[in-house]
Each structure stands twice: as structure tokens, then as C-alpha cells.
């Protein structure tokens, strides 16, 4: 996967909406969805300009695709020595890639994009969900964090960049194990595909 990336690699960019969807202490995360056009008139058609259409990650297509903007503003303070990062704020802006069906679909089409759609959307917002709780966790640990005798904050640097890496790994593999699970045989991705072109 990317680095500071979530896939659903099924088999996704370019209207943007943006709009709050988490607070925190004194944060708020932001939402934009890019979407990209397919075309057909029946679910198979639309599936195979997902496949023709989506975009590339690695040798494959998706279906959708979540990611993330990230930035923080810290303020390390330096007293008697040694340093405290007395804050942190972050700016989280999840980025939802998702397709975009024609207007004019067959009504029974339609209907069956609809379910399609609202599935890959909750598909993503798991991941949403999963980068907005990494963010959390990296905002509890960093507040706070000291170290005695560390004039430049050198200390509390590379403590708070091993930390991140770790949370991020491990953002990552929750993203990895859920598409496992959502997306094999059986599961929901899976499901909702075989509905569309049957």
C-alpha cells in the first residue's frame, strides 16, 4: 500500500465536496469525495468501465480508493534543560475516490447501482474511520510528552516520530484486514459485485 494511504483494491477521480465529519478536542476532520465517470446502461457495462476507468494502483484498477491529508501544528516548549510538547493540533482532510454512474440510468439499473454505491461508500468510510482513529491516537500521545535534558527537543522528536511510525503501521495493517475481509469470497465488496452484474 502507499505510504499514508488506504486502498480498496477491488477492481475510482473529480467533482470535490468538502465537509466536516469528525471532532475532536478542539479539531474538526474534513471530507472530500473526487469521483470519476463510468458509463453503460446495465451493471455489467458499469462494472467493466470501473475496470476500464478506475484508477491505477499498481498492475490493477479500483473500485475506490481512501486516503489522507495530514499536518500538525506542535508547540515544543524548551524550560530548565529540557523539553514538553505542550500542544498539538492536527488538520485531517480524508480523501474518498469513488465512481460517478450516469444520470440516465435504466430504472431497474439504477436501482441496482444505488445499493452498489451505498456500499463502497460505507466500504470507504471503514477506512475513514480507521485513518480519523490513528489521528487520535497520535494527538493522545503527543500531548504532554517530555524529556529532561533535551535542549532542541531532539529527544521528544524522535520519540514522537517513532511513535508515529508505529501507528501508522498499524493503520495500515487494520486497512489491509478489513479489505482482506471485506473483499474476498463472501464477503460485502464481493457481495455487492455479484449483485450489480448478475
Request: charged share 25%.
Given at each position: 500500500?502507499?505510504?499514508?494511504?488506504?486502498?480498496?483494491?477491488?477492481?475510482?477521480?473529480?467533482?470535490?465536496?468538502?465537509?466536516?465529519?469528525?471532532?475532536?478536542?478542539?479539531?474538526?476532520?474534513?471530507?472530500?469525495v473526487e469521483t470519476y465517470a463510468v458509463q453503460g446502461a446495465t451493471g455489467l457495462e458499469l462494472y467493466r468501465s470501473i475496470g476500464r476507468n478506475g484508477p491505477k494502483l499498481g498492475p490493477t484498477r479500483a473500485i475506490a480508493y481512501t486516503t489522507f491529508d495530514l499536518k500538525w501544528s506542535r508547540d515544543y516548549r524548551e524550560s530548565g534543560g529540557g523539553c514538553r510538547l505542550a500542544s498539538v493540533k492536527p488538520?485531517?482532510?480524508?480523501?474518498?475516490?469513488?465512481?460517478?454512474?450516469?444520470?440516465?440510468?435504466?430504472?431497474?439499473?439504477?436501482?441496482?447501482?444505488?445499493?452498489?454505491?451505498?456500499?463502497?461508500?460505507?466500504?470507504?468510510?471503514?477506512?475513514?474511520?480507521?485513518?480519523?482513529?490513528?489521528?487520535?491516537?497520535?494527538?493522545?500521545?503527543?500531548?504532554?510528552?517530555?524529556?529532561?535534558?533535551?535542549?532542541?527537543?531532539?529527544?521528544?522528536?524522535?520519540?514522537?516520530?517513532?511513535?508515529?511510525?508505529?501507528?501508522?503501521?498499524?493503520?495500515?495493517?487494520?486497512?489491509?484486514?478489513?479489505?482482506?475481509?471485506?473483499?474476498?469470497?463472501?464477503?460485502?465488496?464481493?457481495?455487492?459485485?455479484?449483485?450489480?452484474?448478475?
Amino acid at each position: 500500500m502507499p505510504d499514508r494511504s488506504t486502498i480498496c483494491a477491488a477492481l475510482l477521480a473529480a467533482a470535490m465536496i468538502a465537509m466536516p465529519v469528525c471532532a475532536s478536542a478542539g479539531w474538526q476532520a474534513a471530507e472530500k469525495v473526487e469521483t470519476y465517470a463510468v458509463q453503460g446502461a446495465t451493471g455489467l457495462e458499469l462494472y467493466r468501465s470501473i475496470g476500464r476507468n478506475g484508477p491505477k494502483l499498481g498492475p490493477t484498477r479500483a473500485i475506490a480508493y481512501t486516503t489522507f491529508d495530514l499536518k500538525w501544528s506542535r508547540d515544543y516548549r524548551e524550560s530548565g534543560g529540557g523539553c514538553r510538547l505542550a500542544s498539538v493540533k492536527p488538520w485531517l482532510t480524508i480523501i474518498y475516490k469513488l465512481p460517478k454512474a450516469p444520470a440516465n440510468l435504466p430504472a431497474e439499473t439504477a436501482a441496482r447501482w444505488q445499493r452498489f454505491f451505498a456500499g463502497i461508500q460505507a466500504h470507504e468510510r471503514v477506512h475513514g474511520d480507521i485513518i480519523i482513529e490513528m489521528v487520535k491516537k497520535i494527538e493522545a500521545f503527543s500531548t504532554g510528552l517530555s524529556a529532561d535534558n533535551d535542549p532542541g527537543c531532539k529527544k521528544v522528536r524522535a520519540t514522537l516520530q517513532k511513535r508515529l511510525g508505529e501507528l501508522s503501521n498499524e493503520q495500515r495493517q487494520k486497512s489491509r484486514d478489513f479489505d482482506r475481509a471485506d473483499l474476498g469470497p463472501g464477503g460485502n465488496v464481493h457481495r455487492l459485485v455479484l449483485e450489480l452484474v448478475k
